[in-house]
C-alpha cells in the first residue's frame, strides 16, 4: 500500500453501510488514503441493496449472514473472520461505526493486534444498557476501545466526556447519515427513475395521507412487535390515510406483521425498499412510525414528524429539535398520538419543521482529515 495511511472499514448491516458509503468514497477519492473495505455480510440482502447503489464491491466479504443468527454465534464468527483479515491487510486504522455486532467485533479483533480504532457515530448513550438492546453495551464497549471519537453532535461528545473518555480523542464531526442523505437526494434529482418504484402504491393511495412505518429493534421482538401491529391494525381503519410498511428481513418481525396486516386495503406491507426508494417514502410520507435510530436522523432533516416507538432514545436532538416524540410500544398510546397528529393541525405543524440537529452533510471529509491528523 506504499506509504499511505492504510484504512480498513469494518461493517456487516444496513444501516452502517448507509452510514459508512459516504466516508468510503472520500477515502477512495483522497490521495492520502489506501482504503479497504470488509463486510461481514451480517446482513445479506439488505446490507447488498446499499453497496450495490452506493457502487461499492467489498475487498472482503465474510458472508457470515444465517437465518435466526445468535448473538453470541455471531460475534464470534465475525471477531475470528474480521481478525484474519486485519492479519493480512495490517492496516494503520479500522473504523467502525455505530453498535452492531459487525461494530463491535471489528473492534475488539483491531484491539487485539493494537490496531486503533476510529469509531464513527460515537457517544450516543440511552443511559439503559437494555433499551436498545444489545447497542447500548457495543457502542459502550467501542468507546473503550477507541482512540478516535467522532461525536455525531456536542451532546454525544458530552457523554464521552462524561465517562472520562480523553478530551483530545473526541471531535464533533456531524452524523454521516446527513452525507448520504444529501447523495441520495442529488442522486434522484438527476435520475428520479432510481426512486420510482412507489409509484403504483402512490397512484393506489392517491388523497390519503401517507403513513411510513419501520420496526425491528430486538428488545421490540414479541409484545413490542405485536403491540405496533395492533396499533397500525387500528389506525388503518381510517379511511383519509394509508400505511406503506416496508417489513425488515428478520422473520421474527416479518412473521407479526405478516400474520396480524397481511389483507388489509390501506396497508402496504412491502419487501425492504433500497435508500433511493426509503428516501422517497420519507418524502411523500406525512408521518413516520418507527423504532430506527437512522429514520430518528433522517427525518429531522426532512421536516417529517416521527413517533418514536421506543421506551429511551440515544438521539434526544430529534425530540428536543420538536420533530420527534417518543411515544413507547403500548398501542393505545401509539394509536392515540398518531391519531393527534392526524387531526390536529396545530399539533402537526409544530412538529413538521426542517431541523438539521445531526449534521450539515461533510462529516466524512471531516473524518478523513481526523484520520490523517491522528495517524501513527
Ligand atoms: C442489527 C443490529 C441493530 C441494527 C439493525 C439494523 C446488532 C446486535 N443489531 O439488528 O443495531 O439496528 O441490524 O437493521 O448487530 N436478516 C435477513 N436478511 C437480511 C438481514 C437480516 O434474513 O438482509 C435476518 C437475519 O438472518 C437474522 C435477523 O434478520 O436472523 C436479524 O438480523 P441481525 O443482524 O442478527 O440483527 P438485527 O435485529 O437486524
Ligand atoms: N432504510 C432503507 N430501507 C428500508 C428501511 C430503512 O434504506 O426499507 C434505511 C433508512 O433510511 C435508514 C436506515 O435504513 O438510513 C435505518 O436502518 P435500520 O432501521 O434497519 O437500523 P437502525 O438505524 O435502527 O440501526
Redesign the pocket.
Known amino acids: 500500500m506504499g506509504g499511505k495511511i492504510r484504512v480498513v472499514t469494518v461493517f456487516g ?4 453501510a ?2 459508512l458509503f459516504p466516508l468510503i468514497h472520500a477515502l477512495d477519492a483522497d490521495v492520502r488514503f489506501e482504503s479497504r473495505v470488509c463486510v461481514t455480510a451480517q ?1 445479506r440482502d ?1 446490507l447488498d ?2 453497496l450495490a447503489i452506493a457502487g461499492i464491491a467489498p475487498d472482503h466479504d465474510l458472508d457470515l449472514m444465517t437465518a435466526n443468527q445468535s448473538l453470541d454465534a455471531l460475534t464470534a464468527r465475525a471477531l475470528t473472520g474480521i481478525g484474519d483479515v486485519l492479519d493480512a491487510e495490517k492496516p494503520d486504522w479500522v473504523v467502525v461505526q ?3 455486532t459487525s461494530a463491535l467485533a471489528g473492534a475488539l479483533a483491531a484491539h487485539y493486534r493494537k490496531i486503533p480504532v476510529c469509531h464513527v457515530e460515537a457517544g450516543l448513550r440511552s443511559g439503559d444498557l437494555h433499551h ?1 438492546w444489545p ?1 447500548e453495551a457495543n457502542r459502550k464497549m467501542v468507546g473503550a476501545i477507541a482512540g478516535l471519537h467522532c461525536a455525531p453532535t456536542q451532546a454525544s461528545a458530552d457523554a464521552l466526556l462524561g465517562e472520562n473518555v480523553s478530551p483530545a480523542s473526541i471531535k464533533v464531526t456531524g452524523n454521516t ?1 446527513i452525507d ?2 444529501h447523495w441520495v437526494t442529488d442522486r434522484i434529482g438527476r435520475d428520479p427513475s432510481i426512486a420510482s418504484g412507489l409509484s403504483d402504491l402512490e397512484a393506489r393511495f392517491s388523497g390519503r395521507r401517507i403513513i411510513g412505518v ?4 430486538r428488545e421490540n421482538l414479541g409484545d413490542g412487535m405485536l403491540n405496533i401491529a395492533n396499533a397500525v391494525k387500528s389506525i388503518s381503519s381510517r379511511d383519509d390515510i394509508a400505511v406503506i410498511f ?3 428481513r428478520n422473520p421474527k418481525v416479518l412473521g407479526v406483521m405478516t400474520a396480524q396486516l397481511s389483507g388489509l386495503d390501506n396497508v402496504a406491507l ?10 422517497r ?2 418524502d411523500i410520507s406525512h408521518i413516520m412510525l ?9 427525518a429531522p432533516a426532512l421536516g417529517k414528524p416521527v413517533l418514536v416507538m421506543r421506551q429511551t432514545t440515544e438521539r434526544p436532538e430529534g425530540v428536543a429539535a420538536g420533530t420527534a416524540r417518543l411515544v413507547g410500544t403500548d398501542t393505545d398510546t401509539i394509536v392515540r398520538e398518531t391519531e393527534r397528529l392526524l387531526d390536529d393541525e396545530g399539533a402537526y405543524s409544530a412538529m413538521a419543521r426542517a431541523h438539521n440537529p445531526f449534521g450539515d452533510g461533510f462529516a466524512s471529509q471531516r473524518i478523513c482529515d481526523l484520520l490523517a491528523a491522528n495517524n501513527g
Not at 448491516?13 to 452502517?16: F, K, L
Not at 419501520?214 to 429493534?217: A, E, F, L, V
Open positions: 448491516t444496513r444501516p452502517e448507509i452510514k446482513h439488505m441493496q446499499v455505530g453498535d452492531t436498545p447497542e447519515v448520504a442523505l419501520t420496526s425491528h429493534r416496508p417489513v425488515h412491502i419487501e425492504p425498499l433500497d435508500y433511493p426508494h426509503f428516501a417514502l420519507l418507527t423504532d430506527s435510530g437512522g429514520v430518528q436522523e433522517e
